[in-house]
T-cell receptor, first 117, second 115 residues
């Protein structure tokens, strides 16, 4: 079975602090993809990043960075120098073809990030 | 290109009424997904289509829910009769193929309240 665990329900930081959102996943598939989505207060789901199971290189995009470690089945997301606009719910998700004819996303329960001044 | 377009954005209806949610996927995308988001269950897949054909509807909660995709650019999710526990945000999403590495793009969601 596939499972994504985001143990942090809610995180509150002060602007300019760095914050890391944790994501741990479970899958039997050897080929899979991991995603992060952002859901701002307006409600839409915004795609942030996709990473495949064969690429463990860390990725940096501006203030965002992602750390993928297969050994610990984790795909953590760090925001450097957080800003108020980063306030949102962040979802980690897993996709694979295990027992499926097409990829389907399994979402974690989300981490609500609150950035205050 | 336009993203996934959903309507209505917000709907408030009385219990027992029929609700129809609409979705226009991204042009050229062959896969269309309907997800539901609730506080209790989080984001869950209801049904998905490939080339307008329903492939997996195992997530549809019960017979009151039905989904159709009459053509490549339009899908509906219908609830009849609606119940208060159906109150949720319903997301439509699409992707260009079914490979696990393909990004699934979401619409802005339809916020449904059944009173």
């Amino acid at each position: 079975a596939q499972k994504v665990t985001q143990a942090q329900t809610e995180i509150s930081v002060v602007e300019k602090e760095d914050v890391t959102l944790d994501c741990v996943y479970e899958t039997r598939d050897t080929t899979y993809y991991l995603f992060w989505y952002k859901q701002p207060p307006s409600g839409e789901l915004v795609f942030l990043i996709r990473r495949n199971s064969f690429d463990e290189q860390n990725e940096i995009s501006g203030r965002y960075s992602w750390n993928f470690q297969k050994s610990t089945s984790s795909f953590n997301f760090t925001i450097t120098a957080s800003q108020v606009v980063d306030s949102a719910v962040y979802f980690c998700a897993l996709s694979s073809r295990y027992r499926s004819t097409a990829s389907k996303l399994t979402f974690g329960t989300g981490t609500r990030l609150q950035v205050t001044l | 290109d336009a993203g996934v377009i959903q309507s209505p954005r917000h709907e408030v209806t009385e219990m027992g009424q029929e609700v129809t949610l609409r979705c226009k996927p991204i042009s050229g995308h062959d896969y269309l997904f309907w997800y539901r988001q609730t506080m209790m269950r989080g984001l869950e897949l209801l049904i998905y289509f490939n080339n307008n054909v329903p492939i997996d509807d195992s997530g549809m909660p019960e017979d009151r829910f039905s989904a159709k995709m009459p053509n490549a650019s339009f899908s509906t999710l219908k609830i009849q009769p609606s119940e208060p526990r159906d109150s949720a945000v319903y997301f439509c999403a699409s992707s260009s193929d079914g490979s696990s590495g393909n990004t699934i793009y979401f619409g802005e969601g339809s916020w449904l309240t059944v009173v």
